[in-house]
C-alpha cells in the first residue's frame, strides 16, 4: 500500500530530461514576466499584474467585476488585489463601489481615465508578447503551448468546495 508519507520518503525525482524542461520552463517564465513588467513599468508605470487587472476590468460588464470575480480572474489573493486596486484607485484608473445587495461586496470598476491608459499602453504591450513569444514559435508550437497550459492548469484548479485556491485566501 502507497500512503502519502511513503511518497514523501521516496520521491519520484525529476530525469534528467524532465529536470532539463523543468528549468528551460523556469527560466523562461521568469524572463518573460520581468520582460513584460519592464515595458509596462516603462510606458505606464504599473507592473504586469496591474495591468491584467486593468483589461479584466475593461473586458467585463460596464466596466465593473466583484472584488472577489477578480481575484479569481487575476488567480491572486484578496490581500494583493486589495493592495493593487488601491493603487490603481491612487492613480485614478479604478474606484470601488460598495455592493448595493451584499454590504461587505464591493466592486472593482474601471474609470475614463483607466480606459485611457489602457489605450496607450495596449499596442506596446501586445508588441512586447508578440515579440517574446509568439514571433519565436510556429503555428504548431503555439498550439501546442496552449493546449499544454490548459492541462496543467487544470490540474492545479480543483473545483472541489474548500480547495485551497489564492482568491479563496
Same mark, same amino acid.
Given at each position: 500500500?502507497?500512503?502519502?508519507?511513503?511518497?514523501?520518503?521516496?520521491?519520484?525525482? +525529476?530525469?534528467?530530461?524532465?529536470?532539463r524542461?523543468?528549468?528551460?520552463?523556469? &527560466? %523562461?517564465?521568469?524572463l *518573460? =514576466?520581468?520582460?513584460?513588467?519592464?515595458?509596462?513599468?516603462?510606458?505606464a508605470?504599473?507592473?504586469?499584474?496591474?495591468?491584467?487587472?486593468?483589461?479584466?476590468?475593461?473586458?467585463?460588464?460596464?466596466?465593473?467585476?466583484?472584488?472577489t470575480? +477578480?481575484?479569481?480572474?487575476?488567480?491572486?489573493?484578496?490581500?494583493?488585489?486589495s &493592495? %493593487?486596486?488601491?493603487? *490603481? =484607485?491612487?492613480?485614478?484608473?479604478?474606484?470601488?463601489?460598495?455592493c448595493?445587495?451584499?454590504?461587505?461586496?464591493?466592486?472593482?470598476?474601471?474609470?475614463?481615465?483607466?480606459?485611457?491608459?489602457?489605450?496607450?499602453?495596449?499596442p506596446?504591450h501586445?508588441?512586447a508578447?508578440?515579440?517574446?513569444?509568439?514571433?519565436?514559435?510556429?503555428?504548431?508550437?503555439?498550439?501546442?503551448?496552449?493546449?499544454?497550459?490548459?492541462?496543467?492548469?487544470?490540474?492545479?484548479?480543483?473545483?472541489?468546495?474548500?480547495?485551497?485556491?489564492?482568491?479563496?485566501?
Amino acid at each position: 500500500m502507497n500512503t502519502a508519507s511513503d511518497s514523501a520518503a521516496q520521491p519520484r525525482w +525529476l530525469s534528467d530530461e524532465e529536470q532539463r524542461v523543468w528549468r528551460a520552463y523556469l &527560466h %523562461a517564465t521568469t524572463l *518573460l =514576466e520581468d520582460h513584460l513588467d519592464r515595458q509596462l513599468q516603462r510606458d505606464a508605470g504599473m507592473p504586469h499584474i496591474y495591468y491584467g487587472l486593468l483589461v479584466g476590468l475593461a473586458e467585463a460588464p460596464r466596466r465593473r467585476l466583484r472584488m472577489t470575480e +477578480l481575484a479569481m480572474q487575476a488567480k491572486i489573493t484578496r490581500s494583493r488585489l486589495s &493592495h %493593487a486596486i488601491a493603487r *490603481l =484607485e491612487k492613480n485614478g484608473w479604478v474606484r470601488r463601489e460598495d455592493c448595493p445587495s451584499d454590504k461587505r461586496g464591493q466592486f472593482a470598476v474601471l474609470t475614463d481615465e483607466g480606459v485611457e491608459v489602457l489605450k496607450r499602453t495596449a499596442p506596446g504591450h501586445v508588441n512586447a508578447v508578440r515579440q517574446a513569444l509568439f514571433d519565436r514559435l510556429t503555428p504548431q508550437q503555439q498550439k501546442a503551448l496552449g493546449e499544454i497550459m490548459e492541462i496543467v492548469a487544470e490540474g492545479l484548479q480543483p473545483n472541489e468546495a474548500g480547495a485551497d485556491l489564492p482568491w479563496l485566501r
